[in-house]
């Protein structure tokens, strides 16, 4: 098998063999998605948990999806932080979860590390849904899939990343996937939203949006993460969207078949322009939403089956 991870943890871990098992898989289920007939037999039998300590209602609908149409029993712990205020640990967690007999775990946690924590005490596959500002690698994965499908290929291109850099675990799992894949990666926010080392990250940094839009083929906007923030990071929206924003007259810069991505949810006026989110010619928001089901279902089977295949060697 090309595809051998027991988790699904970050971007780190995965070849770029791996990378490209997981969106050709991907690509098979865009297309039954878009069939009359959705459903798939994959996960038949199997039990998928979704915990989110976080609410992400996005993500964790494309989760619940893509495992509903791949046959699996699927249950949703609305966990945030209620059983943690209870005195739960982590540790505690686990050993209620094993007690259920999940195949499946996919864990969305506040605490960078928590998730990895968790697939190390469990019996069973984990998916990371985000942890921190750690990794969130079903997200980089659907955006290569879009980046793909839209320009024909995913190395060798100018990748734009531009905003919060500095708490956005998107840009972090992008940045390792771009890399991976053998394409120019540039960073582009102000300096008090660039991470600490970002000099040693291998990629360009700019704190001009219109030199750092020059010639790309991708410009991916991040959301301000205003939740993660806890002092002055920029002077005002007004100013931030006037200097950082993405509108006509900044992505003049980028290349004339540029696609403009963003992971969501959008503040409008903010990190882009209304106008350019809409637009079908460039933007390709709307697509990534529809890849996370595909990218999701493909990331499980292959797990699941690496699963099997484990646990058919114990027996």
């Known amino acids: 098998m090309t595809f ?7 971007i780190e ?5 791996e990378i490209t098992a997981i969106l050709d898989k991907a690509e098979e289920y865009a297309a039954l998605n878009r069939s009359a007939h959705k459903q798939s037999d994959a996960l038949k039998g199997l039990t998928q948990i979704n915990m989110f300590f976080e609410n992400s209602t996005r993500t964790q609908a494309s989760f619940e999806l893509a495992g509903k149409r791949l046959g699996a029993d699927v249950m949703n712990m609305s966990m945030q932080s209620s059983s943690l205020k209870k005195g739960e640990t982590l540790i505690d967690t686990a050993l209620t979860l094993n007690a259920m007999h999940p195949d499946l775990l996919v864990v969305r946690h506040p605490n960078s590390g928590a998730v990895n924590l968790l697939a190390e005490k469990v019996n069973c596959a984990v998916l990371n849904a985000g942890d921190g500002r750690h990794e969130h690698p079903t997200q980089a994965l659907l955006d290569a899939l879009t980046i ?6 995913l190395h060798r291109l100018i990748v734009a990343i531009c905003g919060d850099i500095a708490h956005s675990r998107v840009a972090r799992s992008n ?10 990666v540039r960073l582009i926010g102000p300096p008090t939203l660039m ?10 940094v700019y704190d001009d ?3 750092g839009l020059q010639d790309a083929d991708v410009v991916m906007m991040l959301r301000l993460q205003k939740e993660r923030m806890d002092g002055g990071f920029i002077p005002s929206e007004r100013e931030y969207y006037h200097r950082y924003g993405l509108d006509a007259e900044k992505l003049a810069h980028a290349k004339p078949d540029a696609i403009v991505m963003h992971p969501g949810p959008m503040n409008r006026g903010v990190e882009i322009d209304g106008t350019i989110a809409d637009d ?4 390709v928001i709307q697509e990534q939403v529809e890849m996370g089901v ?9 797990l699941a089956r690496n699963l099997k295949a484990s646990r058919a060697g114990e027996g």
């Open 4 to 10: 051998t991870q027991r988790h699904l943890l970050g």
């Open 13 to 17: 871990p995965l070849h770029p063999v």
């Open 148 to 153: 793909r499908r839209k320009k024909g290929r």
């Open 175 to 184: 940045l390792i996937l771009l890399g991976k894949m053998e394409n120019r």
């Open 195 to 204: 991470p600490a080392g970002v000099a040693e990250f291998g990629c360009e």
């Open 209 to 211: 949006m219109k030199a």
């Open 280 to 283: 079908i010619n460039r933007s």
């Open 294 to 302: 595909a990218v999701r279902m493909a990331a499980m089977d292959l």
